[in-house]
């Protein structure tokens, strides 16, 4: 299994509270994502990161920040939770991304974590 | 816009069964298609990335296949097992002209076998 842990694994908060969310990887993995998982709705990509300070934003990033000072490690903050944002949260990483920008073995491959089961009331 | 399906959204089946899970996809412009399977309060776990270069990836009971020129993948899991029992979640990198390299995810398939 690739070494992700998610933290916490589950958290319950109330509206307005700020939240942080923790991915540490072991592998070294350049690409980091945070993802949200909803019925109906699937997975969706909140942020990612393809470096150290570097990050940008996904499909359904409003009320989301990230951070990345060290390779192994991803933060997502909910700067004042709301209900909508109650969801199972899951950090994926990738070694690189295949095309031009990849090397030869990158393929693209994700790997999860866990997951954060957060619910805001 | 790339979109990705699933069919059936369920499937149960009796222990020893083969069955086929599908995947279909609108845009070709894919690096790779990936499958996963997810138990219920866990993470998503990664059986088969077929390169979009490739027509086909095999790691044991497990069989994925690649047309990428007609959008789909099928998944074949010889002699189900109860063990077997999960969601399955097929994903593609899809080539972006205007920003990121997206990762569109399907719903899921999520699946019995009853012993």
């Known amino acids: 299994d690739a070494g992700i842990t998610q933290s916490p694994r589950h958290k319950v908060t109330e509206t307005g509270t700020p939240v942080t969310l923790r991915c540490h990887q072991t592998e070294n993995h350049r690409y980091m994502y945070w993802y949200r998982q909803d019925p109906g709705h699937g997975l969706r990509l909140i942020h990612y990161?393809?470096?150290?300070?570097?990050?940008d934003k996904g499909e359904v990033s409003d009320g989301y920040s990230v951070s990345r000072s060290k390779t192994e490690d991803f933060l997502l903050t909910l700067e004042s939770a709301t209900s909508s944002q109650t969801s199972v949260y899951f950090c994926a990483i990738s070694r690189g991304l295949p095309g031009l920008a990849g090397g030869r073995h990158d393929t693209g491959e994700l790997f999860f974590g866990e997951g954060s089961r957060l619910t805001v009331l | 816009k790339q979109e990705v399906t699933q069919i059936p959204a369920a499937l149960s089946v009796p222990e020893g069964e083969n069955l086929v899970l599908n995947c279909s996809f609108t845009d070709s412009a894919i690096y790779n298609l990936q499958w996963f399977r997810q138990d219920p309060g866990k993470g998503l776990t990664s059986l088969l990335l077929i390169q979009s270069s490739q027509r086909e990836q095999t790691s044991g009971r497990l069989n994925a296949s690649l047309d990428k020129s007609s959008g789909r993948s099928t998944l074949y899991i010889a002699a189900s097992q109860p063990g077997d029992s999960a969601t399955y979640l097929c994903?593609?990198?899809?080539?972006?002209?205007?920003?990121?390299?997206?990762?569109?995810f399907g719903p899921g398939t999520s699946l019995s076998v009853i012993p």
């Open positions: 994903a593609v990198l899809t080539v972006s002209k205007t920003s990121y390299d997206k990762v569109i």
């Open positions: 990161s393809y470096g150290v300070k570097d990050t």
